[in-house]
């Protein structure tokens, strides 16, 4: 008998996946249950979007950018609506749907900075808070629907009988389930975010502070990678460009992961049997938190109730206006490609994506400053693939 956790439903859905599909490679029955699966799951939320842009006001929808993203939820929708006249049986409409899906996370992969500089030009014709709550929701159901789709591709490209194509990495690790890393090591991760910023912040002020992690580092859990990567990244962006700016940079930037105290701080996978269909799930340690500890300064009290609105950012117009191409990093995702990376800082939409990620699966972001020392953040990941028997 299974005993789900109480998750929301962002959890239940990639449990499905990997309760009914088990781990790579698949089988031809169960990549065509993968690819049907997700189809019933994404015409809705791509309508879903269509309607929420419709209903802002016309003379916001009217703008070259946010228009361009209601046309590329327009092109999507259009070319997913044909499979659903019919059902998934045959190897050759699994991997067309799977090319369809391959379009789809490309078309889409622009969306944030695009959206930011479209809503930047709108500013005036909205109320900020409106700005938010329209945002919000929608680049967290665009998350949603962009980790659907690149699951079935990460599952079609390591599975049979397509595993005589080449394989990323990632594609051949046995702890993979399509994009979910069931052995994930957040130290690896922010070792790897580490090294990026910091490169970015010595290009940008010709110094870089230097990184500890304590706590326990070896701590692993099932989560997916990007989203951690992205996370760290605007995290350790903040951190990294206080320290600097405050002349703190001998000044090291402490990080802390704690696994939760009821689980074994290893956190080593095991694997379990479920039901009848077979799949192996690795229930790891179901929360883990990593602070992130600058002296920086803190924030000010005048600016710390703005900091989870997508329109809040410490970069000036000046600098906005001499992006070469509106990219500017903080609204990049790791999909993402251009932007100006030479900067630390954005249009605001670091801190609160970043929570959107985080909370995405039940996880979330604080944030504790003490004005005139430095700043805490805690980030607290629950991991996935938890199964109660």
Known sequence: MIKLLVWPQNLYILWLYQTLYGRPPLSTEALFSSANFTLSLLPIRLAHRIQALRNLPYIVVSNPHIAKIYGNYLHSLSTLLPYQQRHITSLEDEIQFTEVMADL??????????????????????????????????LRARIGTRLIAEQHIALHCSSQPHNKASRSPEQSCPSYIGVIDTALRPADIIRQCESFVSEVCELKYGVRPSVIINGQPDTELAHVPTHLEYIITELLKDAFRATVERGKEREPIEITVAAS?????????????VGDSGANIAPLNSNVTIRIRDRGGGISPANLPNIWSYSFTTFSDDDAANS???????????????????????????????????????GGIAVQSLWGWGTDVYLTLRGLGQIGT
């Open 324 to 362: 070469s191409n509106g990219n500017i990093d903080a609204l990049n995702t790791i999909s993402s490609t251009g932007g100006d990376t030479s900067s630390l800082a954005g249009l605001g939409y670091g801190l609160p994506l970043g929570r959107a990620y985080a909370e995405y699966f039940g």
């Open 105 to 138: 996370v490309q078309t889409h992969a622009n969306t944030i900075p695009v959206l930011a500089r479209g809503f930047l030009e709108c500013r005036k014709y909205l109320n900020p808070a409106d700005v938010t709550r329209f945002l919000d929701e929608h």
């Open 261 to 273: 105290t009821d689980t074994p701080g290893s956190m080593m996978a095991h694997q379990e049997r």
